[in-house]
């Protein structure tokens, strides 16, 4: 009630002088004088001043803490008035938007606090450029790698640190022998992301030796493994049959059946000389598997040409929609061969004469499956293993080269079993 009586008594100041100079002159009877219309205008003028004056500095108090949230101060409050309740509610909801403004700055910085120190602790190189290829977030790992202070790298082009390579080309893919990235191989990934609205560009570079180079061991190990398995299997017998031989020489007047222990000694002999050199090439066709020859590939037409290849069961082909893709044909047909014949002879194995192709195309993909009703996976762990079979007479390439294939065309190859029934389903993925 205070502050209303108050903003009235303000407003009311300016016209009391100009009406009581009005009830002056009525009850003089006459016009007033220059001299009191010289005091009422004064009187008239110095009210609006008085009254104008608190306004003005309630103005400038707004002004002050809109340009201090401007400048990113939120520390300056406005203090409310008992005279004017209106102005007192636009200072508290300026209070209010100084607070939230205040919130939202902290967690701006902390959020900034955390990425910086998570990017610093990681053993990767992070770096991030902006349009104009200017490096605007390195972390020590990069520094450390580049030869120079994270502080000095800030603000640097990626064309003086010759790192040009890093923006441009496919990704993810792995870098060696470059001047300014020594040691590696380094695994690229990139990605896109906006701060403050302008586009920037993300590069993670990750030392990929150590993986490799265990990877390499495993593999030299199963490698070992396998070819000292296969050779042990052959040169047993040999030895064995060949000593036997050389140990009956002495007596081979005296016993009449030596000539034929001999005859078959060396039959074992040479099919086991066989069965190593048939081993040894199937080594070599693995491992020395051509870069595809890219050309266009109807999907339809692939799969319909080598079902009509299996003649031992009935290859039904479900259709699917019509589509391409970039990929060496000789290569696809080989890889389609092994699996259908995969899925044949296992359902021959259970008396069953027949298996289904389907082929779909996902979002960004192809994707073919060879179903079968046999026996189904018992022995997961080995299925891609060069040359661990459980066929009689089989090599144990024809699945680690569909693989090879695959993963030669950016693709994939898995073996599942089936989930509603007996038998196995084969699966490759390549990319549209």
């Known amino acids: 009630m205070k502050q209303r009586v108050v903003a009235s008594l303000r407003a009311s100041s300016i016209a009391l002088p100009p009406l009581l100079l009005g009830v002056l002159c009525h009850y003089r009877g006459g016009a007033p004088s220059w001299v009191e219309l010289s005091v009422t205008a004064a009187l008239s003028a110095l009210a609006a001043i008085w009254l104008l004056s608190g306004s003005s500095r309630r103005l400038r108090t707004v002004s002050s803490v809109l340009a201090a949230y401007r400048e990113g101060d939120f520390s300056i409050r406005a203090r409310a008035t008992a005279s004017d309740p209106a102005l007192n509610d636009v200072f508290s909801e300026l209070n209010h938007l100084g607070d939230t403004l205040r919130g939202h700055r902290l967690g701006e910085m902390e959020a900034w606090a955390l990425l910086r120190k998570v990017v610093a602790e990681v053993d990767v190189i992070v770096l991030a450029c902006d349009e104009q290829r200017r490096i605007r977030l390195a972390n020590e790992a990069a520094a450390k790698l580049l030869g120079r202070p994270v502080a000095s790298l800030i603000d640097s082009n990626a064309s003086e640190l010759d790192l040009d390579e890093l923006l441009a ?216 293993v060069p040359f661990f079979t459980t066929k009689p007479g089989g090599s144990g390439i024809g699945l680690a080269l569909a693989r090879q294939i695959a993963e030669a065309h950016g693709g994939s190859l898995t073996l599942e079993n089936r989930a509603a029934a007996n038998g196995a389903v084969a699966t490759v993925r390549l990319p549209a």
């Open 169 to 384: 080309g496919p990704v993810p893919r792995t870098l060696e022998g470059m001047e300014t990235l020594p040691g590696g191989p380094w695994e690229l990934r990139r990605g896109a992301f906006r701060l403050s609205g302008e586009a920037h560009t993300l590069l993670v570079l990750s030392d990929v030796s150590h993986a490799l180079r265990q990877r390499e061991r495993d593999a030299w190990r199963r490698l070992v493994r396998v070819i000292g398995h296969e050779i042990n299997n052959s040169l047993a017998p040999i030895q064995s049959i060949s000593r036997s031989i050389a140990e009956g020489l002495p007596a081979r007047d005296e016993d009449p059946e030596w000539e034929q222990d001999t005859r078959s000694g060396l039959e074992v002999i040479g099919r086991r000389s066989e069965s190593l050199a048939r081993f040894m090439q199937a080594y070599a066709q693995l491992a020395r598997l051509p870069e595809p020859r890219v050309g266009e590939v109807s999907v339809a037409e692939w799969v319909r040409r080598v079902a009509k290849l299996e003649q031992r069961v009935t290859v039904e082909v479900l259709e699917g929609p019509p589509c391409k893709i970039r990929a060496d044909g000789d290569q696809l047909d080989q890889l389609l061969i092994n699996l259908v014949k995969n899925a044949a002879e296992a359902s021959q194995e259970r008396g069953s004469s027949s298996v289904r192709m389907r082929w779909s195309r996902p979002k960004g993909a192809v994707v073919i499956q060879i179903e079968d009703d046999g026996a189904g996976i018992s022995n997961r762990g080995n299925l891609f």
